[in-house]
T-cell receptor
Framework: ETGVTQTPRHLVMGMTNKKSLKCEQH?????MYWYKQSAKKPLELMFV???????ENNSVPSRFSPECPNSSHLFLHLHTLQPEDSALYLC?????????????FGDGTRLSIL | AQKVTQAQTEISVVEKEDVTLDCVYE???????LFWYKQPPSGELVFLIR??????QNEISGRYSWNFQKSTSSFNFTTTASQVVDSAVYFC???????????????FGKGTKLTVNP
């Protein structure tokens, strides 16, 4: 089983829908991350959770709502999204959020907003 | 100011050619870490290497090598005898100490798309 698993792989939703992205890591890590990857832009860090506590919210609009019920699972709840939110959303984990540790990424969820 | 600059947006080479991907970074910290990641078409970012700011030794791993030079704030990545499977987007990233009350962040460059043609 891969280290970091994201579901679904693809998601198409209307602007009024509510959906959730799921991330699960099997590496025994304590830090988890959400990134947004848009075309021709650097990866943008959205949220960081360390030992289930949110330690970073990088000025993300409230239509994105993260949830971290335990160190192995991370969700991103979506509602009333905009077309510019269409992107690849990547989840990552690391041992405990220290800056010397590599992050391990999932395959991402490609989100399209109609 | 952009902290990690990958000036090459796209590079195309023919198999067996050597290719170097450039990465220039900016930081005021004395302790920091540099990373390279590979993103194949499947989307997953694959960790390749980590370097700390106190270790300027170059590293070689098979066909891959990394040249870290603090004097020019560069951390370049070279693939020798490139293969079609090396085709991917490659990202350089910088991790600094966390600001007070904040979290340590990994700051990525915009990536270089490498295409290796048969």
């Amino acid at each position: 089983e891969t280290g970091v698993t994201q579901t679904p792989r693809h998601l198409v939703m209307g602007m009024t829908n509510k959906k959730s992205l799921k991330c699960e890591q099997h590496l025994g890590h304590n830090a988890m991350y959400w990134y947004k990857q848009s075309a021709k832009k650097p990866l943008e860090l959205m949220f960081v959770y360390n030992f289930k506590e949110q330690t970073e919210n990088n000025s993300v609009p409230s239509r994105f709502s993260p949830e971290c019920p335990n160190s192995s699972h991370l969700f991103l709840h979506l509602h009333t999204l905009q077309p510019e939110d269409s992107a690849l959303y990547l989840c990552a984990s690391s041992q405990d959020g220290q800056n010397n540790q590599p992050q391990h990424f999932g395959d991402g969820t490609r989100l399209s907003i109609l | 100011a952009q902290k990690v600059t990958q000036a090459q947006t796209e590079i195309s080479v023919v198999e067996k050619e050597d290719v170097t991907l450039d990465c220039v970074y900016e930081t005021r910290d004395t302790t920091y870490y540099l990373f390279w990641y590979k993103q194949p078409p499947s989307g997953e970012l694959v960790f390749l290497i980590r370097r700390n700011s106190f270790d300027e030794q170059n590293e070689i791993s098979g066909r891959y090598s990394w040249n870290f030079q603090k004097s020019t704030s560069s951390f370049n990545f070279t693939t020798t005898a490139s293969q079609v499977v090396d085709s991917a987007v490659y990202f350089c990233a910088l991790s600094e100490e966390a600001p007070q009350g904040g979290s340590e962040k990994l700051v990525f460059g915009k990536g270089t798309k490498l295409t290796v043609n048969p």
